[in-house]
């Protein structure tokens, strides 16, 4: 059976940090794909955040450039999104995305407080 799991939301107030993961079993191993991070806010598309490929090279959307970085541990086989200075805009449920594998995690809420 294939999974992505995320896991690390919550609620946290402007300013805050938080730091999801990406735990990838069954079949699917990171360590072949590029792997990405989405949200998607009520009512809105879904809209990609941060990619990390193979070979290590990062893409990061203009609205969270500076604050988010994208990383990824093949020994543990997770995709990790460590997000600073969080804002009520980046509240949305965050999706992690297997490319290679077109596969899609079930998603993690993120809420950030005013």
């Known amino acids: 059976q294939v999974q992505l799991v995320e896991s690390g939301g919550g609620l946290v107030q402007s300013g805050g940090s938080l730091r999801l993961s990406c735990a990838a079993s069954g079949s699917i191993f990171i360590s072949i794909s590029t792997m990405g991070w989405y949200r998607q806010a009520p009512g809105k598309q879904r809209d990609l955040v941060a990619t990390i490929t193979s070979g290590g090279s990062t893409n990061y959307a203009d609205s969270v450039k500076g604050r988010v970085t994208i990383s990824r541990d093949n020994a543990k086989n997770t995709v990790y999104l460590q997000m600073n200075s969080l804002k009520p805009e980046d509240t949305a449920v965050y999706y992690c995305?297997?490319?290679?594998?077109?596969?899609w995690g079930q998603g993690t809420q993120v809420t950030v407080s005013s």
């Open positions: 995305y297997a490319v290679h594998y077109d596969y």
